[in-house]
């Protein structure tokens, strides 16, 4: 095992550990004793441990770990240990951490018991483990079905169980938990994807190369496409275009978008959001 292997597995170990101990806060910290629930796997073992009175440290464990098992061949071998040892150290943490009760503010509870639950399973994730095996179980349900989409079965899943969460517990207590998951989201969001969300722009003018020469200037990496015009304004056409494709980070979408204007006021520009990018040139030299 080389050093690099090694530093890697040892970051991606004290991610996972942080992200147990961050989960285990805004689950004991906040939400327990307020009887709110986040979305997801994790928010229908708390709201059974509510209903049933069974521990939650258990349910945890019992009803993420199928859903880990099941993704073994979708996922890989690594991220499966990874993934049981991350769950069964949660549901060990909720156990033994003896996590004081933060706040009875209410608000304050489902706005941050959500904050510490998306960072743990935020810090998880970006350690390569799951503590939530919601979009495990999306990701098999959608397999199963044409029409639902990954998407579609994690919004369904989440409407099931606030609406359960109205009924058993209370119409308050459901309505705090959509904040406590809409809080998770964001924060897992912020997370994986970082503070810098990029913008990939697709460019297609009729001064392709001096569009191009002023991107390359002004320090970002470009990449001229092939393709063939179809229907534009003047009908049919069958014209070779060399489009130009470039990722932004979303700071610096308007300096990119100006830049083109100056050569090309008419040129057709197509910009849409990008979750993540490795390598590359994406940030512009700073202008002095």
Known sequence: MTHSTTSRIIKDMILIVAGILSAGLGLKGFLLSSRFIDGGVTGVSMLLASILHLPLPWLILVINLPFVILGYQRMGRQFAIR????IAGLSLCLAVVPYPDVTPDLLLTA???????????????????????????????????SILKVSDVILVMNVLIFGAAAFFLTIESALYSMITYFAASKTIDFLVHGIEEYTAVIIISNQQAAVRDEITRLGWG???????????????????????????????????????NRIDDKAFIIKHAVDDVVGGKVRSRAVH
């Open 83 to 86: 993934s049981v040892l991350a």
């Open 111 to 145: 706005t941050f018991g959500g904050f510490f639950i998306g960072a743990g399973i935020g810090l998880a994730m970006r350690g390569g483990a799951v503590l939530d095996g919601t979009e495990i179980a999306a990701l098999l349900i959608s397999r199963k079905s």
């Open 222 to 260: 470009v990449t001229t496409l092939k393709g063939e015009e179809g229907f534009g304004k003047r009908g049919l056409r069958d014209k070779t275009v060399n489009p130009l494709y470039v990722v932004v980070t979303r700071l610096e979408v308007s300096r990119l978008t100006n830049a083109i």
